[in-house]
Protein backbone atom coordinates (compact mmCIF):
# COMPACT_ATOMS: atom_id res chain seq x y z
CA UNK A 1 0.00 0.00 0.00
CA UNK A 2 1.54 3.30 -1.21
CA UNK A 3 1.44 6.56 1.22
CA UNK A 4 1.85 10.18 0.38
CA UNK A 5 3.53 12.53 2.80
CA UNK A 6 4.75 16.37 2.37
CA UNK A 7 8.00 17.15 4.11
CA UNK A 8 9.82 21.03 4.41
CA UNK A 9 13.46 20.82 4.22
CA UNK A 10 14.56 24.08 5.85
CA UNK A 11 17.49 26.40 5.11
CA UNK A 12 20.45 26.81 7.48
CA UNK A 13 22.37 29.82 8.50
CA UNK A 14 25.92 30.03 9.81
CA UNK A 15 26.30 32.70 12.25
CA UNK A 16 30.04 31.37 12.68
CA UNK A 17 32.76 29.74 10.01
CA UNK A 18 35.86 29.40 11.09
CA UNK A 19 37.84 27.64 8.78
CA UNK A 20 40.85 25.94 11.43
CA UNK A 21 42.64 23.24 8.99
CA UNK A 22 43.06 20.71 6.62
CA UNK A 23 42.97 16.96 6.33
CA UNK A 24 45.22 15.05 4.71
CA UNK A 25 42.36 13.89 2.51
CA UNK A 26 41.55 18.05 1.82
CA UNK A 27 38.56 18.10 3.65
CA UNK A 28 38.97 21.46 5.78
CA UNK A 29 38.16 21.06 9.49
CA UNK A 30 35.82 24.12 10.52
CA UNK A 31 34.04 25.09 13.74
CA UNK A 32 30.77 26.83 12.85
CA UNK A 33 27.52 27.75 14.84
CA UNK A 34 24.83 26.90 12.38
CA UNK A 35 21.06 27.39 13.37
CA UNK A 36 17.73 27.25 10.87
CA UNK A 37 15.95 29.84 9.18
CA UNK A 38 12.17 29.47 7.40
CA UNK A 39 13.02 29.57 4.20
CA UNK A 40 11.89 26.00 2.85
CA UNK A 41 11.84 23.68 0.05
CA UNK A 42 9.41 21.60 -0.33
CA UNK A 43 9.45 17.45 -0.66
CA UNK A 44 6.46 15.34 -1.43
CA UNK A 45 7.46 11.43 -1.73
CA UNK A 46 4.91 8.54 -2.68
CA UNK A 47 5.69 5.44 -1.64
CA UNK A 48 5.81 2.48 -4.07
CA UNK A 49 6.64 -1.25 -3.79
CA UNK A 50 10.45 -0.80 -5.95
CA UNK A 51 12.00 1.72 -8.22
CA UNK A 52 12.75 5.23 -7.32
CA UNK A 53 11.05 8.39 -9.77
CA UNK A 54 12.19 11.76 -8.98
CA UNK A 55 11.19 15.25 -10.54
CA UNK A 56 12.60 18.64 -9.48
CA UNK A 57 11.33 22.07 -10.00
CA UNK A 58 13.06 23.91 -11.48
CA UNK A 59 15.93 21.47 -12.00
CA UNK A 60 18.93 22.45 -10.40
CA UNK A 61 21.14 19.89 -11.58
CA UNK A 62 22.63 18.76 -15.21
CA UNK A 63 21.30 15.46 -14.95
CA UNK A 64 18.75 13.82 -12.45
CA UNK A 65 20.75 11.48 -10.70
CA UNK A 66 23.50 14.31 -9.43
CA UNK A 67 20.29 15.41 -7.10
CA UNK A 68 21.16 14.75 -3.72
CA UNK A 69 17.54 13.91 -2.92
CA UNK A 70 17.99 11.07 -5.43
CA UNK A 71 21.86 10.45 -4.00
CA UNK A 72 20.20 10.12 -0.59
CA UNK A 73 17.35 7.65 -1.64
CA UNK A 74 19.32 5.62 -3.49
CA UNK A 75 21.76 4.94 -0.91
CA UNK A 76 19.07 4.11 1.42
CA UNK A 77 17.45 2.39 -0.72
CA UNK A 78 20.61 0.21 -0.67
CA UNK A 79 21.01 0.16 3.05
CA UNK A 80 17.39 -1.44 3.35
CA UNK A 81 18.49 -4.56 1.70
CA UNK A 82 14.76 -5.35 0.58
CA UNK A 83 12.22 -4.40 -1.98
CA UNK A 84 11.32 -0.55 -1.56
CA UNK A 85 10.44 2.12 -3.48
CA UNK A 86 9.30 5.80 -3.79
CA UNK A 87 8.62 9.00 -6.06
CA UNK A 88 9.99 11.67 -5.49
CA UNK A 89 8.90 15.38 -6.08
CA UNK A 90 10.85 18.12 -5.21
CA UNK A 91 9.40 21.88 -5.12
CA UNK A 92 13.10 23.79 -4.80
CA UNK A 93 12.37 27.27 -3.26
CA UNK A 94 15.89 28.05 -1.27
CA UNK A 95 18.59 29.35 -4.06
CA UNK A 96 21.10 26.83 -5.27
CA UNK A 97 25.39 28.10 -4.13
CA UNK A 98 23.76 30.66 -2.05
CA UNK A 99 25.26 28.79 1.47
CA UNK A 100 21.87 27.92 2.46
CA UNK A 101 22.44 24.12 2.53
CA UNK A 102 19.28 23.70 0.43
CA UNK A 103 20.51 20.16 -1.45
CA UNK A 104 22.11 19.46 1.88
CA UNK A 105 18.85 19.93 3.77
CA UNK A 106 17.07 17.95 1.30
CA UNK A 107 18.95 14.99 1.21
CA UNK A 108 18.68 14.91 4.72
CA UNK A 109 15.00 15.05 4.76
CA UNK A 110 15.19 12.28 2.48
CA UNK A 111 16.73 10.42 4.65
CA UNK A 112 14.63 10.92 7.87
CA UNK A 113 11.07 10.52 5.74
CA UNK A 114 12.00 6.95 3.71
CA UNK A 115 13.36 5.69 7.02
CA UNK A 116 9.96 5.97 8.63
CA UNK A 117 8.17 5.43 6.05
CA UNK A 118 9.62 3.00 4.47
CA UNK A 119 9.72 1.18 8.11
CA UNK A 120 13.64 0.93 8.38
CA UNK A 121 13.68 2.52 12.42
CA UNK A 122 17.63 3.23 10.98
CA UNK A 123 20.14 4.07 14.22
CA UNK A 124 21.19 7.83 14.07
CA UNK A 125 24.71 6.77 13.95
CA UNK A 126 24.06 4.94 10.49
CA UNK A 127 21.99 7.64 8.74
CA UNK A 128 24.40 10.12 10.06
CA UNK A 129 27.12 7.77 8.15
CA UNK A 130 24.80 7.97 5.12
CA UNK A 131 24.61 11.92 5.72
CA UNK A 132 28.17 12.89 5.76
CA UNK A 133 28.94 10.72 2.51
CA UNK A 134 26.56 12.89 0.65
CA UNK A 135 27.56 16.13 1.96
CA UNK A 136 29.26 17.80 4.90
CA UNK A 137 26.18 19.76 6.10
CA UNK A 138 23.92 16.71 5.81
CA UNK A 139 24.63 15.81 9.38
CA UNK A 140 23.54 19.23 10.53
CA UNK A 141 20.03 19.01 9.46
CA UNK A 142 19.98 15.04 10.52
CA UNK A 143 20.91 16.33 13.84
CA UNK A 144 17.76 18.09 14.22
CA UNK A 145 18.64 21.37 16.41
CA UNK A 146 21.08 23.76 15.72
CA UNK A 147 24.77 22.99 16.83
CA UNK A 148 28.01 23.90 17.18
CA UNK A 149 30.02 22.14 14.47
CA UNK A 150 33.25 20.96 14.28
CA UNK A 151 35.53 18.17 12.26
CA UNK A 152 34.01 18.58 8.94
CA UNK A 153 30.84 19.45 9.87
CA UNK A 154 29.88 15.43 11.65
CA UNK A 155 30.85 16.76 15.07
CA UNK A 156 27.66 18.06 16.85
CA UNK A 157 27.25 20.33 19.89
CA UNK A 158 23.28 21.05 20.18
CA UNK A 159 22.67 24.68 21.04
CA UNK A 160 19.06 24.17 21.37
CA UNK A 161 18.73 27.10 24.03
CA UNK A 162 20.54 29.55 21.23
CA UNK A 163 19.24 33.14 21.65
CA UNK A 164 16.56 33.96 18.54
CA UNK A 165 16.93 36.77 16.31
CA UNK A 166 15.31 38.61 13.24
CA UNK A 167 17.10 38.84 10.27
CA UNK A 168 16.84 39.40 6.59
CA UNK A 169 18.48 36.92 3.79
CA UNK A 170 19.48 38.10 0.79
CA UNK A 171 20.84 35.99 -2.33
CA UNK A 172 22.27 38.75 -4.59
CA UNK A 173 21.91 36.18 -8.02
CA UNK A 174 24.97 34.86 -8.20
CA UNK A 175 26.02 31.15 -7.05
CA UNK A 176 29.35 30.21 -5.98
CA UNK A 177 30.89 26.71 -5.46
CA UNK A 178 32.27 25.59 -2.15
CA UNK A 179 35.61 24.36 -3.90
CA UNK A 180 35.63 27.74 -5.82
CA UNK A 181 36.17 29.48 -2.60
CA UNK A 182 38.04 27.18 -0.29
CA UNK A 183 40.84 27.04 -3.63
CA UNK A 184 40.23 30.71 -3.39
CA UNK A 185 41.24 30.92 0.78
CA UNK A 186 44.09 28.81 -1.21
CA UNK A 187 45.08 27.30 2.74
CA UNK A 188 45.33 30.77 4.81
CA UNK A 189 43.77 30.04 7.83
CA UNK A 190 43.28 32.32 10.34
CA UNK A 191 44.86 32.13 13.81
CA UNK A 192 41.72 31.44 16.30
CA UNK A 193 42.86 31.79 19.65
CA UNK A 194 40.10 32.53 21.36
CA UNK A 195 37.02 30.04 21.22
CA UNK A 196 33.73 31.25 19.95
CA UNK A 197 31.90 33.11 22.36
CA UNK A 198 28.21 31.93 21.88
CA UNK A 199 26.26 34.57 23.51
CA UNK A 200 23.76 34.43 26.00
CA UNK A 201 20.85 37.31 24.67
CA UNK A 202 20.05 38.41 21.57
CA UNK A 203 21.63 41.46 21.96
CA UNK A 204 24.88 39.53 22.03
CA UNK A 205 24.55 37.61 19.08
CA UNK A 206 25.67 40.23 16.44
CA UNK A 207 29.24 39.90 18.46
CA UNK A 208 29.76 36.39 17.51
CA UNK A 209 29.31 36.67 13.87
CA UNK A 210 32.19 35.66 11.63
CA UNK A 211 33.27 33.92 8.37
CA UNK A 212 37.23 33.32 7.44
CA UNK A 213 35.18 32.20 4.14
CA UNK A 214 34.13 35.92 3.26
CA UNK A 215 36.65 37.55 2.07
CA UNK A 216 37.79 34.93 -0.66
CA UNK A 217 34.04 34.52 -1.72
CA UNK A 218 33.90 38.35 -1.96
CA UNK A 219 36.72 38.47 -4.09
CA UNK A 220 35.00 36.46 -6.50
CA UNK A 221 31.74 37.60 -6.62
CA UNK A 222 31.40 41.27 -5.42
CA UNK A 223 27.79 40.64 -5.30
CA UNK A 224 28.54 39.78 -2.33
CA UNK A 225 30.20 43.04 -0.46
CA UNK A 226 26.90 44.78 -2.51
CA UNK A 227 24.49 42.88 -0.24
CA UNK A 228 26.20 43.17 2.78
CA UNK A 229 26.13 47.07 2.24
CA UNK A 230 22.96 47.54 0.98
CA UNK A 231 21.01 45.60 4.07
CA UNK A 232 23.95 48.01 5.88
CA UNK A 233 21.93 50.77 4.73
CA UNK A 234 18.21 49.32 5.16
CA UNK A 235 19.08 49.26 8.76
CA UNK A 236 21.01 45.59 9.78
CA UNK A 237 23.29 45.65 12.98
CA UNK A 238 25.54 43.53 11.43
CA UNK A 239 25.39 41.73 8.40
CA UNK A 240 27.47 38.02 7.14
CA UNK A 241 27.72 36.12 4.55
CA UNK A 242 26.50 32.46 5.45
CA UNK A 243 28.40 29.23 4.32
CA UNK A 244 30.68 29.69 1.76
CA UNK A 245 28.25 32.19 -0.05
CA UNK A 246 26.63 33.79 -2.01
CA UNK A 247 23.91 34.89 0.49
CA UNK A 248 24.20 37.42 3.29
CA UNK A 249 21.90 37.86 6.04
CA UNK A 250 21.65 40.93 8.41
CA UNK A 251 20.22 40.48 12.36
CA UNK A 252 17.75 43.33 12.76
CA UNK A 253 16.11 45.24 16.10
CA UNK A 254 12.87 43.33 15.56
CA UNK A 255 10.25 42.14 13.05
CA UNK A 256 8.92 45.33 12.27
CA UNK A 257 12.17 46.47 11.14
CA UNK A 258 12.96 43.61 9.26
CA UNK A 259 9.69 44.23 7.15
CA UNK A 260 10.43 47.56 6.43
CA UNK A 261 14.29 46.43 4.93
CA UNK A 262 12.67 43.85 3.02
CA UNK A 263 9.93 46.31 1.30
CA UNK A 264 13.01 48.49 0.47
CA UNK A 265 15.66 46.09 -0.78
CA UNK A 266 13.06 44.61 -2.79
CA UNK A 267 11.75 47.90 -4.30
CA UNK A 268 15.74 48.43 -4.72
CA UNK A 269 16.92 45.07 -5.76
CA UNK A 270 14.13 43.20 -8.21
CA UNK A 271 16.58 40.78 -9.19
CA UNK A 272 17.65 39.76 -5.59
CA UNK A 273 15.90 36.86 -3.77
CA UNK A 274 15.20 38.10 -0.35
CA UNK A 275 13.73 36.41 2.76
CA UNK A 276 12.48 37.74 6.55
CA UNK A 277 12.49 35.76 9.51
CA UNK A 278 13.35 34.18 12.65
CA UNK A 279 15.99 31.64 13.11
CA UNK A 280 15.13 28.51 15.08
CA UNK A 281 16.13 25.52 16.65
CA UNK A 282 14.49 22.56 15.45
CA UNK A 283 14.20 21.00 12.57
CA UNK A 284 10.27 20.88 11.28
CA UNK A 285 10.73 16.76 10.86
CA UNK A 286 12.67 16.42 14.69
CA UNK A 287 9.36 18.40 15.70
CA UNK A 288 6.61 16.84 13.96
CA UNK A 289 7.83 12.99 14.76
CA UNK A 290 8.46 14.15 18.30
CA UNK A 291 12.30 13.37 18.23
CA UNK A 292 12.98 16.28 20.80
Partial sequence: MSATRRFLAPAKLNLALRVVGKRADGYHLLQSVMVFFPWYDELEITTQPQGLEF??????????????????????????????????????RIPAGAGLGGGSSDAATTLLA?????????????LMALGLALGADVPFFLGGVSALAGGVGEELTPLP?????????????????????????????AQHVAPLALPATVEGLPDL????????????????????????????????????????????????????????????????????????????????????
Avoid at 64 to 89: D, F, I, Y
Avoid at 114 to 126: F, V
Avoid at 210 to 216: I, K, R, T, V
Fill in 55 to 92: VCEPEVTVAPEENLVLRAAASLQKLANREVGARLHLRK
Fill in 161 to 189: GFPEAELVVVFPGVSLATSRVFRALNGRF
Fill in 209 to 292: LENDLQPPAMALEPAIGQAAAALEQAGALRTLMSGSGSSVFGIFADAGHAAAATQRLRADHARWRIAAGRIFHHHPFAREWQLV
Fill in 114 to 126: LDRMWGLHSSRER
